[in-house]
């Protein structure tokens, strides 16, 4: 169990740019969440996978944010157009949906920093 | 929408105190609540997660508390130590989905 992992860990752009994170969850947890934190403030739900579908999306979501799962295992996160708002860290979770989901547990990773300049 | 309301903001103590951390949510209707951990610049590290049913956790110096009808959940550090010092964030998960809903955290620091 090697734990969470994101990349990069920390990324800056400029304003009206593509970025894409990376997400590695904990081997064979099959559920995974994206959450943004901004300064002073608890994360926030992006986005929730489970396995390879995307079962549940945030208003905070807009058009320009996507989030991919394609073969169940690690996960990316797309913002297009970066917008100086953008700026926050990004954090994915992932569970095991093994566990019954009362006591499921999520584990988060260390973030990936992101400021738009 | 679920609001959670971590009071208070920040909060410094001399080592060895005991502490409590408060917790309320407006939807009582939640499955699990979860208290994390949050070192500067970092991620989260779980610290407890107490079942709806329950009425509280424990593991070491820590325990967290429940109480789903009023609303609020309590953590209970004993015999602080300086490497308690962090942000500490309190997260609800609702009966109808699988997102946690966080606090704006609690600031600790411990001083020696």
């Known amino acids: 169990d090697t734990g969470v992992s994101q990349d990069p860990r920390h990324k800056i752009t400029k304003r009206g740019q593509n970025v894409t994170f990376r997400c590695d969850p904990i081997?064979?947890?099959?559920?995974l969440y994206w959450y943004r934190q901004t300064l002073g403030q608890g994360p926030e739900f992006l986005t929730y996978?489970?396995?390879?579908?995307?079962?549940?999306k945030s208003r905070l979501l807009s058009d320009r944010f996507s989030a991919e799962r394609p073969k169940g295992s690690f996960s990316t996160l797309e913002i297009q157009r970066t917008e100086q708002g953008d700026s926050a860290m990004y954090l994915c979770?992932?569970?095991?949906?093994?566990?019954?989901?009362?006591?499921?547990?999520?584990?988060f990773g260390p973030g990936t920093r992101l400021l738009v300049l | 929408k679920q609001e959670v309301t971590q009071i208070p903001a920040a909060l410094s103590v001399p080592e060895g105190e005991n502490l409590v951390l408060n917790c309320s949510f407006t939807d009582s209707a939640i499955y699990n609540l979860q208290w994390f951990r949050q070192d500067p610049g970092k991620g989260l590290t779980s610290l407890l997660l107490i079942q709806s049913s329950q009425r509280e956790q424990t593991s070491g110096r820590l325990n967290a508390s429940l109480d789903k009808s009023s609303g609020r959940s309590t953590l209970y550090i004993a015999a602080s130590q300086p490497g308690d010092s962090a942000t500490y964030l309190c997260?609800?998960?609702?009966?109808?989905?699988?997102?946690?809903?966080f606090g704006k955290g609690t600031s600790l620091l411990v001083t020696p």
């Open positions: 081997s064979e947890h099959n559920r």
């Open positions: 979770a992932s569970s095991s949906g093994q566990a019954l989901r009362f006591v499921e547990t999520q584990y």
């Open positions: 996978f489970q396995n390879e579908a995307q079962l549940e």
């Open positions: 997260a609800v998960r609702l009966d109808s989905g699988y997102a946690l809903n």
